[in-house]
């Protein structure tokens, strides 16, 4: 693999203090599994449903700034989100205006259209997602949508629709589909998690190896 730093972040209701959270495990993961020259980084944050919304511009700025510390390193750079991380990675395209090598978004309660305009805009190589039909949160959140979502508190869901956006951008997108997961099942430890990772490391090697003909497993 190239010189690559992979950037972990979290979705709410998560614990920056906890060692075992799945972002500590991530950054342990890449950085003795994976061979030399590849680094894992992690953006840490604390915050509710309800306010996620208040600091979500900083947030994303300041993974920006970390974004623009490794490529003015000559890092390639792969973000990795969960749920509102994935929200943050399209704040991060927005405002970086910089290319990003790729994206992992692991239960993405995000916006299609966020996604859409990054890739017309050339900010992003490639995205995968890995969704589930039976999301139990992106279901909920899509449902009270249509109610909280003009107060800025909606979430998106584009974990459900993974397959139909990759229809769309069938060269820059892949969909990684598991219905049997739920919104964070993909982090359980054993083979879940392993199985995972093994898998951002092989479509991360094949995105390298040619950007436009080889799909990853």
């Known amino acids: 693999m190239k010189r690559t730093c992979y950037i972990a972040i979290n979705g709410i209701r998560s614990n920056p203090g906890d060692s075992e959270g799945w972002t500590d495990r991530f950054v342990t993961w890449v950085n003795t599994r994976m061979p030399d020259g590849v680094v894992a980084e992690k953006f840490e944050y604390a915050c509710s449903?309800?306010?996620?919304?208040?600091?979500?511009?900083?947030?994303?700025?300041?993974?920006?700034?970390?974004?623009?510390?490794?490529?003015?390193?000559?890092?390639?750079?792969?973000?990795?989100?969960?749920?509102?991380?994935?929200?943050?990675?399209?704040?991060?395209?927005?405002?970086?205006?910089?290319?990003?090598?790729?994206?992992?978004?692991?239960s993405p309660a995000a916006d299609e259209e966020d996604f859409a305009q990054a890739i017309r805009e050339g900010l992003i190589r490639r995205i995968h997602i890995y969704g589930s039909k039976n999301d139990a949160a992106l279901k909920f959140a899509k449902s009270t949508r249509p109610l909280i979502g003009w107060m800025g508190y909606?979430?998106?869901?584009?974990?459900?629709?993974?397959?139909?956006?990759?229809?769309?951008?069938?060269?820059?997108?892949?969909?990684?589909?598991?219905?049997?997961?739920?919104?964070?099942?993909?982090?359980?430890r054993g083979q879940r998690f392993e199985s995972l990772m093994r898998a951002i490391q092989s479509c991360d090697l094949a995105d390298q190896q040619t950007i436009k003909t080889t799909p990853c497993p």
């Open 154 to 188: 909606g979430y998106g869901s584009l974990g459900l629709r993974g397959p139909e956006f990759e229809a769309l951008f069938p060269e820059v997108v892949h969909s990684h589909m598991d219905d049997t997961c739920g919104h964070s099942t993909w982090f359980q």
């Open 49 to 106: 449903a309800i306010f996620r919304r208040f600091k979500q511009r900083q947030r994303a700025d300041e993974i920006s700034k970390k974004v623009g510390y490794y490529r003015r390193a000559g890092y390639r750079v792969v973000l990795v989100g969960h749920s509102n991380g994935c929200d943050l990675i399209a704040r991060v395209l927005e405002c970086c205006g910089a290319e990003i090598d790729a994206a992992h978004l692991i």
